[in-house]
């Protein structure tokens, strides 16, 4: 299918008095990743929580190929191919690290992870099925020596590949991510950044919400700033890194 995957237009969310999104809107290309980034309070997180369903806009659309999915409550917005993570790893902490990816695949089967405790027909082969199939994603990110350990008892940069194996594993047209190395030393957020690229490879489109400026500018195609709720500019990476407004709200910040 041709054009962009994901399209936002003139997105707008207010909480009381503030403005947290005003007349935000963007197209993300189709395999490629797409970088947010931004002050913070500057409306990224909360246009994440928009496009995921978690948060309806006040104004404005979110369409999926095409069709409109804002307004929708998170998990049809996630039936219909978007997963995300979040700025702190959630994971299912009383289950092993296997587990909580085969949660992940569950969402694509017929049979549910509590359902096949049932044992009906079929349910023991499928969920072997699933077992190595959620395998295959622990492998490609890293963790497939963990499989079987208590999820609860990963480092925080391990939780984090894991969480992404997970929302692989709902087999996500786009895949949002929000704040991925936030926590991570720089050897982690090196091999962070080489999983995104292979993740792309695979065909997978992604928004990414960072702070990592290295990070953003390694691996993303395109980059999206907001301030103040605003989009400020659109470009390449090179583009962004020498837009003098950029410079002044953000990037100048660090230098």
Request: aromatic content about 4%; overall charge positive.
């Amino acid at each position: 299918m041709n054009g962009p995957v994901l399209e936002c237009s003139d997105i707008c969310k207010r909480f009381g008095g503030l403005t947290a999104l005003d007349a935000v809107s963007f197209a993300a290309g189709r395999g490629r990743i797409t970088a947010v980034i931004g002050p913070n309070g500057a409306g990224k997180t909360t246009l994440m929580n928009v496009i995921s369903g978690i948060t309806p806009p006040d104004r404005g659309s979110v369409t999926l190929d095409k069709t409109v999915i804002s307004g929708l409550p998170s998990h049809a917005v996630a039936r219909r191919g978007i997963t995300r993570t979040f700025q702190t790893a959630r994971i299912f902490s009383a289950l092993t690290v296997l587990e909580n990816v085969m949660v992940g695949l569950h969402t694509r089967t017929r049979t549910g992870f509590f359902g096949a405790a049932l044992t009906l027909p079929g349910a023991r082969r499928e969920e072997r099925r699933i077992a190595e199939r959620a395998a295959q994603y622990l492998e490609m990110v890293g963790l497939a020596d963990s499989a079987h350990r208590p999820a609860a008892s990963l480092p925080i940069g391990s939780q984090r590949l894991l969480e992404i194996a997970r929302a692989l594993a709902a087999e996500p047209r786009v895949l949002l991510l929000d704040e991925p190395a936030a926590g991570l030393n720089t050897q982690e957020t090196r091999a962070l950044g080489e999983l995104l690229a292979r993740i792309r490879g695979r065909g997978v489109s992604m928004l990414l919400v960072e702070h990592d400026m290295e990070l953003v500018m390694e691996v993303a195609d395109d980059v999206m700033v907001l301030n103040f709720g605003k989009r400020i500019a659109w470009g390449g990476p090179a583009e962004i890194q020498a837009n003098p407004e950029v410079i002044e709200v953000y990037l100048g910040k660090g230098a």
